[in-house]
Structure formats: structure tokens, C-alpha cells
């Protein structure tokens, strides 16, 4: 049986690509799926944690972790096509509108 | 045995993740994701998560990557980073921070799972988490379908062609 140490490990990998996805990269759909990368990534490392402390509560917050992401997902991708359609072009460094 | 599958399958997961974030093409990027969340599946398969596991591939690899791809058949991507990068150096700052992160991320595990046994018997897969989400997490489990129509409403709101 593999410890579960070794899964919090790659979990800690992948959330770590992930941010580095999401500072390295100008197409805000690939910094959607980094994001959605280190989603997956805090979702292993709680039912790993949950395998470890024998209880099925880490399930059940994964369980809810997936529902805000689809949620989360179907909203985000409506504003990127939303801001596709205002300005013809889809580079996070032209989305300053907001900047003070 | 099951050391052997967990490396080969830790080198998928973080192969197609490098992959994901270091393609051109946002269709590459999201095979490889897709690719990612069904390594995932099979970790949460040996965690014996076996419903999280056929939800991972229903809902992520699914339905989420479809709207992804979606996404990108309409926008017509993968033109926006040819051109030169104004912000190249504060962007290469990713890479040390990445790995700052990695590694105070490494030493929590270590630190943290230093020593102590589980705390008793792997929770046995369906039935365990359909009686926690029926009993303890009922009210947010109910929060959920109002979350879910609420997004739902606002995205038919946001992709709504403006009249007049």
C-alpha cells in the first residue's frame, strides 16, 4: 500500500504547476485550466487526507469542490466569451478595465 | 506492485500538467487536462473514493471539458501569445516562485505527516459518503442545486445577445 504522504506530494506537484500555469500564461483559457488543475490538485490532497484519518469527510467536501467548479466554470467561460465578443482579442494583459 | 502503478501514474499526472501548461495550442492543453483528471480518477480509485472517481470522469473530464472546448471553437484562440511578450521578465518570476511554493508545500507534507498511523479504517466507498451527505452536509448539499441554478441563470444571462 502506497502511504498516503507520497499522494500529498503530488498533489503539492501539480498545485504548483498549476500556479505557475496561471502566472506564466496570456490565454485566460489555459489560466482556466491551470486553475481547474489546482482544483484537481486540493481535491486529491483531501480524500487522501480522509484515507489517512479513515473518515469520509474529505470525500463529501470533494464532492462540493465539483459542484462550485462546474458552477464556477460555466460562469467563467460566459465572461471570457462576453469580453471575446466586446474587444475581438483575448489576452489577460489588455483586461486592465478595472485596474485603479 | 502498487508502488510501481502510483510512480508510472504520478508521471502521467505531472507529465500532462507540464504539458497543459506549456502547449501553444489550447486544444492540446485541454487533452492533456483531460488527460490529468482521468490520472486523477484512478488515484481516487486506490483511495477506494470510488464514487468521487466516476464523478471525477462524468463531471470534470465530462462536461466541464466539453464547455472548455466549446469555449475554444468559438473564440478561435491560440492567436493571442505570438506575438512578443511585453511582460517577459516579471513572467519568468513564475518559475522560482513555483518552486518556493513546491517546496514549502513538500515540507508541510513532510512535516505534517511525520509519524502518526490513520486513525482508523478507510471509510468503505459509496455508502459512507452517501450517508455523510445526506445526514451532516444535507443543508449545503441542498445549497448546491440552488448554487448550480443560480449559475446557470446568470450564464444565460451573460451569453444573452443584447437587443436594440
Do not use: C
Not at chain 2, 483511495?47 to 468559438?74: E, H, S
Amino acid at each position: 500500500m502506497v502511504p498516503e504522504s507520497w499522494y500529498l506530494g503530488l498533489s503539492a506537484v501539480l498545485f504548483s504547476i498549476g500556479v505557475v500555469g496561471v502566472i506564466v500564461r496570456r490565454d485566460p483559457l489555459i489560466i482556466f485550466m491551470s486553475i481547474e488543475l489546482m482544483l484537481n490538485a486540493g481535491n486529491l490532497a483531501f480524500v487522501a487526507f480522509g484515507h489517512r484519518l479513515g473518515s469520509a469527510d474529505g470525500q463529501a467536501v470533494v464532492f462540493f469542490v465539483m459542484a462550485v467548479a462546474a458552477a464556477e466554470v460555466a460562469v467563467g467561460l460566459a465572461i471570457i466569451v462576453a469580453i471575446f465578443r466586446l474587444r475581438r482579442r483575448l489576452s489577460v494583459d489588455d483586461l486592465s478595465l478595472m485596474r485603479w | 506492485m502498487g508502488a510501481v502503478v502510483f510512480v508510472l501514474l504520478a508521471g502521467v499526472a505531472v507529465g500532462s500538467a507540464l504539458g497543459l501548461v506549456l502547449r501553444r495550442n489550447p486544444i492540446h492543453a485541454a487533452l492533456f487536462l483531460v488527460v490529468n483528471l482521468g490520472t486523477v480518477a484512478v488515484f481516487y480509485l486506490t483511495l477506494g473514493a470510488q464514487f468521487l472517481a466516476v464523478a471525477q470522469v462524468a463531471v470534470y473530464a465530462g462536461a466541464i471539458m466539453v464547455l472548455f472546448l466549446f469555449a475554444i471553437f468559438v473564440l478561435i484562440p491560440g492567436k493571442e501569445e505570438t506575438g512578443p511578450d511585453p511582460r517577459r521578465a516579471y513572467r519568468l518570476l513564475a518559475l522560482p516562485v513555483g518552486a518556493v511554493l513546491l517546496a514549502l508545500l513538500v515540507a508541510v507534507v513532510a512535516i505534517g505527516t511525520r509519524g502518526r498511523a490513520a486513525a482508523g479504517p478507510a471509510p468503505d466507498g459509496v455508502e459512507a459518503i452517501a450517508r455523510l451527505l445526506f445526514t451532516d452536509y444535507l443543508f449545503p448539499f441542498e445549497l448546491t442545486s440552488v448554487l448550480l441554478l443560480a449559475a446557470m441563470v446568470g450564464v444565460l444571462l451573460l451569453a444573452r445577445r443584447r437587443e436594440g
